[in-house]
Every structure is written in structure tokens, then in C-alpha cells.
């Protein structure tokens, strides 16, 4: 193949109607309608900031500064900055109501190699924040078990550290408290060290074999978890604006001005999840009506008790004294309410829960999608003969999950994960540009206002936000940049082969060796 051809497919669309046509021959079953979209999207982005990382963007970290009381103000810039993405991705998936979130929106506008491109990189966004996530899972799960210490027995309360840490976290806490690794856990044949974060590992697995049952089933667990938590937020909102302290929000602006921009680009992690609604387009009894509103009301609600959250917990623990690990289960303890802060913890529990299962489906759902594109095996686009549910991905994206969670730093998940939902929120409002300018007269249930400003807005905003951090967080940048590199090499040496097979229809065999007792004549 010469390098016209080449270079023909890698820059190869998908047809619209393609597309549509796709979404209507679906094998997935429809069945969620408005309120369980915003259940998904709620309980993907409703904990994730709250109970993860404000603490971290209030308080700043060794590679960046804090916002500090202007934490609000970050909030409402990487709101603004989701608005137009949001609005981006309203348009698009009313459009084209197809699995595969911005994957599927780039193979329309921008070719074959920049839909894998882009497919990679969610994959990071879901995958790599689901990590995250599971690591705060367990450790508000081993303070819930520290509430009921006088009930349970003691090796259950408190089981061991190598069974609750990965390996470089184990090892942070034996450095940090000058402890022997060597004496704090065990050793495989004398040299494979042991160190597992066994309840992620549990909760991980529980949630892929719901999500194999079915997202009508995994969603109805969401909005039970998704209730307690709103519940838990509200309460602490209401509680906590009585022991307010204005005093504590002197001075607002840190002395320097990068933490709020900082704050910005950490806490945008908390927005991460109202795209995750576009990845169950497929499984939406109307997607044209019902996308656009859950993905807008989602953010609205979230911005809202963002906000309010942040203006109640700088008010009521000094900036520096703030806890990063369990913000709010602190902010009560520091009032005198232990029995409030042991409230906390179950709805921080239930709230990431439901994002661990919100990301997980749009995991399969982006996997799902890229593997009926041909660009992975067909045995892993597989449909559950009774769940009608993509089982055989599923399994795979929770495994890579448990296993990534391992030797992953936390921290480095977390910024990686921004640096996904940043490209992709770009490339989104690229195809937005695009399709306008392509597809002038296809029907459009929802429409981005002030078409091109807005799109051009959210770019420009997320681009800068991703300069900027590219800049402060260097380490997250050099994972960032491998992370490409091998979803480039993937692409090249199995991808684009794999899909050119299966569109010629044709199966490469070895051809079988001549059988050496028969003799020709």
C-alpha cells in the first residue's frame, strides 16, 4: 500500500448518516429516559471534587499554589469553561446519538486517526480518574469501619496497611514515618513486595459485575447512592452556614494569583462526568430530546453546589488548617459535630461509588464503540445474549482498572485525567466549528448560541488552561506525552492494520504445511 493510500484512510470520515443508521440498528436497549441521564451525570460529578480534590486546589500542593478562599472563584471559571463544551457536546450528541461520546464526534469531522486518537484519550479521562477515585473509596471506607470499632473486631477495623495501599503509597507512609518497608509487609518468594489496595480492588469488581447486568439496573444503584449524597451536601450546607466565620475568608486572593488559575485546572476534575451522559446515547429512549437537558441541568445543579460547598467550608476551617484527604468530614469535626463527620463519610462513600460506576460505563461504552470501528479484536465487542450489555469490555476495562491502581501515584491520575477532558473538550468544540461548516442544512434538535463565539470561547479556554498547566505540572506532562506515544504506536502497528483486515472481510492464516506421506506423482 503506498503512502497516498495511507495517508487516504487515516484521514478517512464517517458519514453522517452512517451514523445515524448505526444508532438505529443498535444492539444495546434503550432504556433511560431525562431523570436517569441527570442521575449520571449528577452522580459522576457530585463527589468526585468535593470529597477528592478541593482540599488539594484550596490549599495548594508542592508543585502549585492554593486559591485559597478564591477557590470559589476557580469553581465558576471552570464552570464557564465546561459551559461552552457543554453546550458543545449538547449539539453534537442530539445530532449523532451514538456510543462513543467525542470519539465518535471526531470520526465525523476530523478522520479515522484523530477519532483513535481522541478514543485514547478518554480512555485516559475514565480509566485513569477511575483510579483516583477508588483510592479515596477506600480510605473513607476505612474511616466508616473506624465508626463502628466497638462493634467489629479489631483485624477488621483495622486491617493492614499493605492490604489498603498500593506499593508507592505504602512506601510514602513508611518514608514519612521513618518505618522499615521491609518490616510493614510481605514478600513474594522473598522479593516480590505485596502491597494491594484491596477494598478498591472489591468495589471495582462489584461495580463491573452490576454494569454487566445492565445500565438500567447499574443506574437505579446510582440514583440510590446519588440521593444519600445530596442529602449529606445539603445537610452540610445547611449545618455548616451557622458556624460560618467571615474572618476566615480574609484575605480571599492568595498572594499569588496562579493558585486561582491552578484551582481552576484542579477542580475541573470535579466537573469531569457530564460528558459521561453522552456515552450512553445508545441506551437513551430519546436522545435528540433528552441529552441536551441532562447535560446542561447536570452542570447547572453541580456549579451550584460546588459553590455553595466552598463558600461554607472556607468559612468554617481556616484555610491552613483544612484536611486534603477528607475536607468536609473534617470541616464538621472541627465544629464539634464527630457524629456529623461519621454522617459524611457514608455519603462521600455513596457519592464515589456512583462516579466508580458512571466512569466505568463510559469506559465500556467509548471501548465498546472503537472496537465496532474494528480498531481492537471483535471478540471484545461482544453482546451478552441476555443482558444485551457489552460484557466481555466491560470486564476488560474494570481488570485494566485494578491493575493500573497499583503502581499509579494518585496525584499524577488526577492531573492526567485533566489533561484528557481538556483535549477532548477542545476537540468537541473544534467538530462543532466543523460540522457547521460541513453539514449546514443537517437537523439540529439543540443549537450552540452565538455559533462561532461560543465554541471559540471554550477553546481558547481550555487551551490555556492546558498551556498553563503543561508549564507548572511537569511530571503529569511527561506521562501525558508517553501516554500518546503509545496510543500512537498502538494505532500504527495493530489499529490501522486490524480495521483494514476486517473492511477487506478477509482472514490472514498461515498457510498449513504440506503432509509429507502423500506423494506426488
Known sequence: ??????????????????????????????????FDLIVIGIGAVVGTGIFTIIGTAITGSTESAGAGPAIV???????????????????????????????????????????????????????????????????????????????????????????????????????????DIHDKIPYLFGHIPVAINLPAVAIVLVLTMLLVRGVKESTRVASIMVGVNMFMILSFIIVGAFYVKPEHWTPFFPTDPSGVIMGAFLIFFAYIGFDAISTTAEETENPQRDLPIAILGTLVICTILYVSVALVLTGIVPVDRIDIQAPIAHAMSYIGKDWFAGLISVGALCALTSVLLIYQLGTTRILYAISRDRFLPKSWRLIHRKFRTPHVMTWISGL????????????????????????????????????????????????????????????????????????????????FAL???????????????????????????????????????
Not at 470520515?13 to 443498535?26: E, G, Q, W
Not at 463502628?148 to 507512609?173: E, G, Q, S
Open 1 to 34: 500500500m503506498d503512502l497516498k493510500q495511507i495517508c487516504r484512510n487515516i484521514f478517512k470520515k464517517k458519514s453522517m448518516d452512517d451514523l445515524i443508521n448505526t444508532s438505529k440498528r443498535s444492539e444495546l436497549k434503550k432504556t433511560l429516559n431525562v
Open 73 to 179: 472563584i476557580s469553581m465558576v471559571l471552570a464552570a464557564v469553561a465546561c459551559v461552552f463544551s457543554a453546550l458543545c457536546y449538547s449539539e453534537i450528541a442530539a445530532m449523532i446519538p451514538v456510543a462513543g461520546s467525542a470519539y465518535t464526534y471526531t470520526y465525523a469531522t476530523m478522520g479515522e486517526f484523530m477519532a483513535w486518537m481522541v478514543g485514547w484519550i478518554l480512555m485516559l479521562e475514565y480509566a485513569i480518574g477511575n483510579i483516583t477515585v477508588a483510592s479515596a473509596w477506600t480510605g473513607y471506607f476505612v474511616q466508616f469501619l473506624k465508626g463502628f470499632k466497638h462493634i467489629l473486631p479489631d483485624f477488621v477495623v483495622n486491617f493492614p496497611l499493605w492490604l489498603r495501599c498500593d506499593y508507592k503509597t505504602m512506601a510514602a507512609i513508611c518514608h514519612n514515618n521513618n518505618w
Open 400 to 479: 485494566v482498572v485494578i491493575v493500573c491502581g497499583l503502581f499509579m501515584d494518585l496525584n499524577i491520575s488526577a492531573a492526567l485525567c485533566n489533561f484528557g477532558t481538556f483535549t477532548s473538550f477542545v476537540i468537541i468544540c473544534l467538530a462543532v466549528l466543523i460540522l457547521r461548516k460541513t453539514e449546514p442544512n443537517r437537523q439540529r434538535p439543540f443549537k450552540v448560541p452565538f455559533c462561532p463565539w461560543f465554541p471559540i470561547a471554550g477553546i481558547l479556554i481550555c487551551g490555556v488552561l492546558i498551556v498553563f498547566s503543561l508549564k507548572t505540572l511537569k511530571t503529569s506532562s511527561a506521562y
Open 483 to 521: 501516554w500518546l506515544f503509545v496510543g500512537l504506536l498502538i494505532y500504527a502497528f495493530y489499529g490501522y492494520r486490524q480495521k483494514r483486515i476486517e473492511e477487506r472481510g478477509r482472514i490472514i492464516k498461515r498457510p498449513k504445511k504440506a503432509d509429507k506421506s502423500v506423494i506426488k506423482l
